[in-house]
């Protein structure tokens, strides 16, 4: 669902032509199992099922369109679900985090086609890369849902039936300037000559088919209510404002369906057409809470965690999220997701990126030549959630190395060592004694409480700022302690030495786990350097945080850094060549020298 284009016209359709027709259909509706409110105008509706989960809290990435590979963009949004996923864990909760791959439509029929492929097989493929990316880059997700899936398909063939049974679905004509690219019909004033495309370029077709359409405009009423009564739903807040505002606007009803796409659901009561698109994908979201065992079941689905805490999206899918899917929810008798949140785009060095400007930024290069805790850590720190970021390779190496192998492998790297060589890296007291008494305790903790206010808040880059300061606030203490010189004084000035390096190396070890939603690689191997097992790494806890985890007599391991430093390979080809010519020089002097000599 993110890489489908999003100018929608649908919302105003002016160029649209509808002509109802009896919507009461020839069949019968099936026997639902949900409850529905007499008046479902009267805001948003919920499902009478209970959820047994407890504290859980499921999260979803959007279902990525597979017509192309992963990009970063992708990357993105998915490297911040996992850190919010990540820190949920950690403090308990019973995350269940959804991503997944949209594989319908006439874009991806079209891409097959172009590859000498069928349909189906073009998505297996599309579709194993992004699980292979997001291995790469440390992704945990607990549903990976395919809208090619049975269990799918039956989920989006029981929703449509509940809110075709609810007198929501009807037939009408649509015409217009179709985008066979962006999948959709275009109004004739957004498009430039010959009726070409904005975006890709390529002039519309026209197209005149008979579809079933939903009926936003009955919710009109009812989102406007849900909007103010939570204005939570949609952030940041100034997303909010732009739902709002489209909401005011006037919704339209929009099609859900095309008779000239055969690559998809089909309708259940018209097998001459497919479900369309958002109508499919969105379902994806439920779907994904199926039991692989069970029957696929709308029922079961929904009491398995149903209301998601949060849908995080790009900014140019949110009308879909928190317009076209509440409406649909609503329709449907189902609770709506408790928080939409609408991120920024990635720009490279100030520009948007495009294929055409030979720009783009490929995932899977950057971890290949940068490593996943550098990648994870600058998409998260260097862009403030919710606005638009930008990538530079220079920016990006400077504060991956300023950060991650000074501020933070540094600190434990020179602690390790000190350690070794005058306590045979092993711990003199707990880290609660080597305190006592000791205000920099109290900032250490001061900071933790601030980076967990700040992962709460979805505030991703606040929270890897606080973690950092912890850093900071270690190595200003180690520089203004010098233990080196103390231990070399001998006496009670080396045991404050000793004690010193407790201090500093529980500092890592609370880095450690503030900084597990963003860098788990690295967090593990600052864990392992503290002499901690695989078990006791993932058993950790927000709890873990709390100063005294460190025990006297522990034992270290031998010190390595934990992040190597990445080398400017500009800066290194320029050094390369200002050598080479230095010693093409000194070369050239000193023959000349041997030719003088010699006469």
């Known amino acids: 669902m993110a890489a489908r284009m999003n100018t929608l016209s ?37 499902c009478t099922c209970s959820t047994t989960n407890g504290e859980s809290f499921v999260l979803t990435t959007p279902l990525y369109y597979v017509n192309a590979p992963p990009h970063m963009g992708s990357a993105y949004t998915t490297i911040a679900a996992d850190a919010i996923a990540r ?9 269940i985090f959804i991503t997944g791959t949209d594989e319908h439509g006439e874009k991806i029929a079209a891409a097959a086609m172009a590859q000498g492929s069928i349909p189906l097989d073009h998505c297996n493929l599309i579709s194993q890369a992004y699980k292979t990316l997001w291995k790469d880059l440390d992704i945990s997700y607990d549903k990976f849902i395919r809208t090619t899936d049975s269990k799918h398909e039956a989920i989006v063939k029981e929703f449509y039936s509940r809110v075709l049974a609810k007198g929501d679905i009807y037939q009408a004509d649509y015409e217009g300037l179709y985008c066979v690219n962006c999948e959709e019909y275009k109004d004739e004033k957004e498009l430039l000559e010959n009726n070409c495309c904005p975006v890709h370029l390529k002039p519309c077709d026209s197209r005149k088919e008979e579809n079933y359409f939903f009926a936003l405009s009955k919710y009109q009423k009812s989102l406007e209510e849900a909007l103010n009564k939570n204005p ?3 952030q ?8 709002q505002s489209w909401v005011k606007g006037g919704l339209r009803d929009f099609s859900i369906s095309r008779a000239s796409v055969d690559w998809g659901i089909p309708i259940p009561n018209d097998r001459s057409q497919t479900i369309y698109v958002w109508f499919d994908a ?62 920024g785009f990635l720009t490279k060095d100030g520009m948007k990126m495009g294929k055409s400007l030979g720009n783009t930024l490929e995932p899977n290069e950057l971890v290949h030549r940068f490593g996943t805790d550098a ?19 220079e920016r990006f190496i400077n504060i991956v190395n300023a950060h991650l192998a000074n501020t933070i492998g540094n600190l434990l790297n020179r602690t390790l060592g000190l350690l070794k060589k005058n306590c045979q890296s092993t711990l003199v007291v707990d880290s609660t004694t080597a305190a006592d008494g000791n205000e920099f305790k109290d900032n250490v903790e001061k900071l933790v409480d601030k980076a967990r206010m ?34 070399k004084q001998g006496g009670t000035a080396s045991e404050a030495a000793a004690k010193d390096l407790v201090i500093i190396l529980e500092t890592a070890r609370i880095i450690a786990i503030a900084l597990l939603p963003v860098t788990p690689s690295l967090s593990w191997r600052i864990y392992e350097q503290l002499g901690y097992s695989r ?20 034992v270290m391991a031998q010190p390595k850094p934990v992040f190597a430093r990445i080398e400017n390979q500009t800066e290194d080809v320029d050094k390369g060549v200002a050598v080479g010519k230095t010693m093409k020089s000194k070369g050239k002097k000193m023959k000349q020298a041997q030719q003088v000599a010699g006469a």
Not at 236 to 243: A, H, I, Q, T
Not at 535 to 554: E, M, N, S, V
């Open 282 to 343: 969105l379902l994806g979201y439920i779907s994904a809470l199926s039991d692989e065992q069970e029957q696929p079941d709308l029922l079961n689905a929904v009491s398995s965690g149903w209301p998601a805490a949060l849908h995080l999206i790009g900014k140019d899918i949110l009308r879909f999220h928190a317009v076209y899917w509440p409406a649909m929810l609503m329709s449907a008798g189902l609770s709506l997701p408790k928080m939409v949140f609408g991120h």
């Open 535 to 554: 078990d006791q790494f993932d058993a950790a806890t927000w709890g873990d945080t709390k100063w005294g985890g460190l025990k006297g007599g522990q």
């Open 232 to 234: 939570n739903f949609v």
């Open 454 to 487: 700040h992962y709460e808040n979805l505030s991703l880059s606040s929270a890897c700022e606080a973690v950092l300061e912890i850093g900071n606030v270690g190595n200003f203490y180690m520089d203004e302690r010098a233990p080196w010189s103390l231990f």
């Open 87 to 95: 820190f949920q864990r950690l403090l308990g909760k019973k995350v």
């Open 10 to 46: 649908l919302l105003n359709p002016s160029h649209v032509s509808l002509r109802p027709r009896d919507s009461r259909f020839s069949h019968r509706p099936l026997t639902l199992r949900f409850y529905t409110s007499p008046n479902p105008n009267r805001g948003a509706l919920f």
């Open 236 to 243: 940041p807040s100034f997303r909010l404002n732009e739902v």
């Open 375 to 393: 990648v994870r850590y600058f998409f998260l720190r260097e862009v403030e959630f919710g606005s638009d970021g930008d990538y530079s390779e």
